[in-house]
T-cell receptor, first 115, second 111 residues
Framework: DAGVIQSPRHEVTEMGQEVTLRCKPI?????LFWYRQTMMRGLELLIY????????DSGMPEDRFSAKMPNASFSTLKIQPSEPRDSAVYFC?????????????FGQGTRLTVV | TQLLEQSPQFLSIQEGENLTVYCNSS?????LQWYRQEPGEGPVLLVT?????EVKKLKRLTFQFGDARKDSSLHITAAQTGDTGLYLC???????????FGAGTRLFVKA
């Protein structure tokens, strides 16, 4: 398996623009997570899906952030409008949500810079 | 809210030394994982511990899960420069869906 695939790897955008990050989870995994990592705050869970349904979006910073999972093999995280403080590395991870053996497999991340 | 606290936050040691990093919480987790992250990459799973008191060894790395399943430690024997990286502990909630990460211990092993 190719693992979790994220695109793009790097994104530079101007403040106010819409940004869409993409993720393809590992085939067969039924849970998908979006994380944001910064030096100041570490790895923060933004939202996670189970069987394509959003379970907990309490980590989404504000209404400018939205995430969708239209099918088991694709998810997007959208920021509209983007702000400089959104600059971070965004990771997508997937897992088999089977209780105690929950193990997250991460993509390589998207480094977002908002100028 | 479940929180995981890691200590120390930063550790710089000489090659060949031993070290221990800690992961503590007031919450009980159904399982706990240790990940290692290198610059420009996502975290990579090292080990999962699920039973209170469990000890797992991975070559020079020894992982222990506390009896009450609230804390864990990672011990590295004879550290090598290749061990340099960010070590993250992560706990899965009792529902098994959500993984919470600690802030990490940044390890630098000098030659």
């Amino acid at each position: 398996d190719a693992g979790v695939i994220q695109s793009p790897r790097h994104e530079v955008t101007e403040m106010g623009q819409e940004v869409t990050l993409r993720c393809k989870p590992i085939s067969g995994h039924n849970s998908l997570f979006w994380y944001r990592q910064t030096m100041m705050r570490g790895l923060e869970l933004l939202i996670y899906f189970n069987n394509n349904v959003p379970i907990d979006d309490s980590g989404m910073p504000e209404d400018r952030f939205s995430a969708k999972m239209p099918n088991a093999s694709f998810s997007t995280l959208k920021i509209q409008p983007s702000e400089p403080r959104d600059s971070a590395v965004y990771f997508c991870a997937s897992s088999l949500g089977t209780g105690r053996k929950t193990e997250a497999f991460f993509g390589q991340g998207t480094r977002l810079t908002v100028v | 809210t479940q929180l995981l606290e890691q200590s120390p936050q930063f550790l710089s040691i000489q090659e060949g030394e031993n070290l221990t990093v800690y992961c503590n919480s007031s919450s009980v987790f159904s399982s706990l994982q240790w990940y290692r992250q290198e610059p420009g990459e996502g975290p990579v799973l090292l080990v999962t511990v699920v039973t209170g008191g469990e000890v797992k060894k991975l070559k020079r790395l020894t992982f222990q899960f506390g009896d009450a399943r609230k804390d864990s430690s990672l011990h590295i024997t004879a550290a090598q420069t290749g061990d340099t990286g960010l070590y993250l502990c992560a706990g899965a909630d009792t529902g098994g869906f959500k993984t919470i990460f600690g802030a990490g211990t940044r390890l630098f092993v000098k030659a």
